[in-house]
């Protein structure tokens, strides 16, 4: 396997060119990308817009995943550009949301546990020419929708709140029109959304400083999801 070019990083990856088709994401901190293998292969045949799987080579570490290399900006960079609005932004991630959460638990006995992303926000949704496709599956679990839509809403309120980021601005705008709407897809029980911010303070990737966002955040959820 020949590793490209640094085509991008994240909180905890790096996305390496390996040809037009493919790119290798590698974990930095040692976690295990395998667990995500069986979930997106699931996905994928239930309809939902996730990278392909490529083959992955004997020489992949355990960190490793080859995935279809996707073309088209993120949610976040036609947001921060202007090409998407904030009711659009809103309208598509409450539908890949709720798109989600219409696929059946793989593992789980209850019958009311779905498939969760639990990291659904507008820079892990690939605008391709093919339609949006969601990325990075690191956070999935099996559990109720509801606490879902309470960590993609807590997540971007975080931002919302943060004077100091350069998206608070759109953030605010996207939390005004997205809650709304998840409200009237069953809403965002206090009881979930203290559980998201529990995960949330528990986040390795986060900085103080952001962690100390989250219960103003999470006020601020709790307030318009009331509306």
Known sequence: MRIGRLLGSGRNADVYELDEAW?????????????????????SASGYPVPRLGPQPPSAGPGDLVLQRLHGPTMLESLMSG??????????LTGLLADLHTVPA???????DRILHLDLHPDNVVLTLDGPMVIDWSNTEEGPPAL???????ILAQVA???AHP????????VTALLPRLAADDGIPAHHLADAAARRTLNPTMS???????????????RRADR
């Open 208 to 222: 103080p400083a952001e962690k100390a966002l989250i219960g103003e955040a999470a006020a601020l959820v709790a």
């Open 23 to 43: 790119v290798l994401r590698r974990y930095r901190d040692g976690m295990d990308a395998t667990r995500e293998l069986p979930v997106m292969s699931y996905l």
């Open 167 to 174: 998206a608070a601005d759109g953030a605010r705008q996207l």
């Open 148 to 154: 879902d839509r309470a960590m993609s809403a807590l």
């Open 106 to 112: 793989r593992l789980s006995p209850d019958p009311d």
């Open 161 to 163: 709140v943060d004077t």
């Open 83 to 92: 090409a998407v609005g904030a009711e659009e932004g809103a309208a598509l």
